[in-house]
């Protein structure tokens, strides 16, 4: 088998990059041919991961042909969120946990489950093909989890999660996950040291609805004024990239990770349907959303529903 290269999607967050770490490792130990590579590099919560577990990051790439002729695809099947080229390689595998906007001109391995996290699918895989899981490998998945469900709070959490999480801590030598994983996410949540463009974009996915283009955007924090009080730059940002990328919308989901509660800022139109979708009021931009936390379970659904 020739060599394959293995990654999640654009602007990559922990269960991203740790995923194609992970089935990198599970694929080399099967006898394939397989590198881990990102496309980005890791945001700060990643880099307290892999610097906690002593794993070294993926290199960065925007083409995959020049490489391979071949690729798999890990937390992410929709080409938008892909590698540059991912039309000129053929995909051999795709394992993942969103909505499958997917298309193949021939067959593949593909593998979807409607859990919280895609980490938790390539945990199965280990135990399925009996390959034991070394601690830094369970560090990540343990990490992954924990990043994409808020500490098992989000509603995307499953019963697989929940089942998974203490084994993984065990493996990983972490005494309390709860601990840890506060400690990680408050790694994730410096919003002052980046960039307006990085908090925008640094967890954004693009959306078509009812005719329109969307760009929403997710930010963790401990404290929503972190982001508030950036308010004018940040729309300011939102503009220029909406005008660059022809949005019609640019929402960007603030959310605190201790109290699960978010504040959402809202630039386009329309408004209205912001309202409707959430039955709350957008005022100076911005509309209180308590109890959310998942772009994927609270965020999109309502949206859909009224723009269609």
Do not use: W
């Not at 298309?103 to 409607?114: D, K, V, W």
Request: hydrophobic share 40%; proline share 4%.
């Amino acid at each position: 088998m020739s060599k394959e290269l293995v990654f999640g999607h654009k602007s990559p967050d922990t269960d991203a990059i740790s995923c194609a770490i992970e089935y990198a490792y599970l694929a080399n130990k099967l006898g394939d041919d397989v590198e881990a590579v990102a496309l980005g590099t890791p945001n700060d919560e990643t880099k307290f991961v892999l610097d906690y577990f002593n794993v070294d990051a993926p290199r960065v790439i925007t083409n995959a042909k020049p490489e391979v002729d071949s690729v798999v695809l890990v937390d992410h099947n929709e080409a938008k969120q892909s590698v540059d080229d991912l039309a000129d390689v053929t995909v051999t595998r795709v394992i993942d946990h969103h909505k499958i906007d997917f298309q193949s001109a021939q067959p593949l391995y593909y593998r979807a489950e409607p859990v919280g996290c895609c980490s938790t699918i390539i945990y199965k895989m280990f135990l399925e093909n009996d390959v034991v899981i070394p601690r830094e490998i369970a560090g990540l998945m343990l990490s992954s989890i924990i990043s994409d469900t808020l500490l098992l709070k989000s509603p995307t959490t499953t019963d697989e999660e929940r089942q998974a999480v203490p084994v993984l801590a065990k493996l990983a030598g972490i005494d309390d996950y709860e601990t840890y994983g506060i400690e990680m996410l408050k790694a994730g949540t410096n919003v002052a040291a980046r960039s307006a463009e990085d908090i925008l974009q640094g967890d954004a996915k693009t959306y078509e609805m009812g005719g329109k283009n969307l760009r929403i955007g997710q930010v963790n924090t401990v404290d929503l004024e972190d982001v508030l009080s950036r308010k004018d730059e940040l729309e300011a940002e939102m503009k220029t990239i909406m005008a660059a990328d022809g949005y019609d919308m640019f929402l960007l989901l603030a959310t605190n990770v201790l109290t699960s509660d978010s504040v959402m800022l809202v630039l386009g139109d329309p408004i209205n349907a912001i309202e409707e979708a959430y039955n709350a009021k957008v005022e100076n931009n911005l509309v209180n959303l308590p109890g959310v936390v998942s772009r994927k379970k609270q965020v999109i659904p309502p949206l859909q529903a009224v723009l269609g």
